[in-house]
């Protein structure tokens, strides 16, 4: 069975920095794409940044040159390093895996539970 868990989250001042951590763990041969998806009190989920196995990303326009995402193939693990956070990046955070391949199973679009950042003075 999979799991995928985030860890990284909390309160941080505007200004600031946190990296988020999403551990894809189970019997897993390779995922093509991990990425980082995020939804404000109200609002509908929405894009945050994705990579795929050979390293090709993609970013939301709010967050270019302030996040940054990479991922540890060898470990199934992609990060998020978000600087320069807005209160308006306040919202939960979501790690997703598509195409995840096992010995008897695959998965697309597979979510973690989310991790909580708060950006407030």
């Known amino acids: 069975q999979v799991q995928l868990v985030e860890s990284g989250g909390g309160l941080v001042q505007p200004g600031g920095s946190l990296r988020l951590s999403c551990a894809a763990s189970?019997?897993?041969?390779?995922?093509?794409?991990m990425g980082w998806y995020r939804q404000a009190p109200g609002k509908q989920r929405e894009l945050v940044a994705t990579?795929?196995?050979?390293?090709?990303?993609n970013y939301a326009d709010s967050v270019k040159g302030r996040f940054t995402i990479s991922r540890d193939n060898a470990r199934n693990t992609v990060y998020l390093q978000m600087s320069s956070l807005k209160p308006e990046d306040t919202a939960v955070y979501y790690c997703?895996?598509?195409?995840?391949?096992?010995?008897?199973?695959?998965?697309?679009?597979?979510w973690g539970q989310g991790t909580q950042v708060t950006v407030s003075s």
């Open positions: 997703n895996a598509d195409g995840i391949i096992t010995l008897t199973t695959h998965y697309n679009n597979y």
């Open positions: 189970g019997s897993i041969f390779s995922i093509y794409a």
């Open positions: 990579i795929t196995s050979g390293g090709n990303t």
